[in-house]
């Protein structure tokens, strides 16, 4: 008995995870041509077997693809459903960010929303891991300051300096009594000349920053040591004028698999000078090679504009 589908969710949660209908249809074990006509709501119904393989092929409950639940069918739309629990959040990220959501999806096999739901859970981890680490640096700090004193106060004949400053250290303690990750309570013209070395650069500098750099650094070295996959994992530090916007560069190999070897391409999906989420209909099931001369087209055209508003 064929069931009816929701040929724009399927559609939805492919798009999710960056893939064509071909990677869909053999994900799941189906033809292209089946996939086509589901999405294109040529079918009325489809069979239990074709939803359940689609539905793991993509990660979610049958349900999610046969359309309202019992429970909210006889709902009206425009009334909450009180058994749903969840909302649309809509905000504002910057395109690099959005291609690396789907880059990340094509890469683990999961969807944008999963990645973005555990995201404030591994943020605070990363936070709170960053906070603890500063704590066993000043510890640190402090103890070889002692041993610098004792060794002072034992050969006197070699005039020690003792390196640090009182301010700076207690600064810092409050700093991370307060949870700023960022080291933002400092970060002012009238602290800067003691807390900061010469030519510090708060937006690459930032304790945040250099956490997740020796995170990264930690992570190539196991990789080296396990003999694991290399991937280009690389972290810049916040934008200088937009302070919600970090700078990375990940994913690479699924830029590549996207748009082929074309460097000027992968550069333009990995920068979202290209956002992957525009590429026009009829191009989403295009060759890679088609793909990279839309992305250098837009990443041009976007280029032209910034040069004439300048």
Known sequence: MATPINHKMVKQLRDERGWTQEELAKKAGLNKQSIFRI??????GAKRETIEKLSKALGVDAAALTGKSSKASSL????SDPFENKSQMNIRIDNSTRNALNLVARRYGVQISEIVEIAPLLFDLAAERSLQKRRKNLGRINEALADVEALRDKYRYLLIDIP?????????EKSIEENDIFGRIFDNEKNRHFCYANNFDHNVDNPFAAFIKEELQDLENSIKETGGKHVVRKFDGWHPDVWSTPTYRICIKEAVDLVGPDEDAVRA???????????????????????????KSVAKDREVKLVALL
């Open 39 to 44: 999405e294109d709501n040529q079918y009325s």
């Open 76 to 79: 009206d739309e425009n009334i």
């Open 164 to 172: 640090g400053n009182e301010d700076s250290f207690n600064f810092e």
């Open 269 to 295: 999906i990995v920068n979202g000078q290209a956002p992957l989420h525009e590429i026009p209909k009829e191009l989403r099931n295009s060759s890679p090679e088609q793909l990279a001369e839309w992305a």
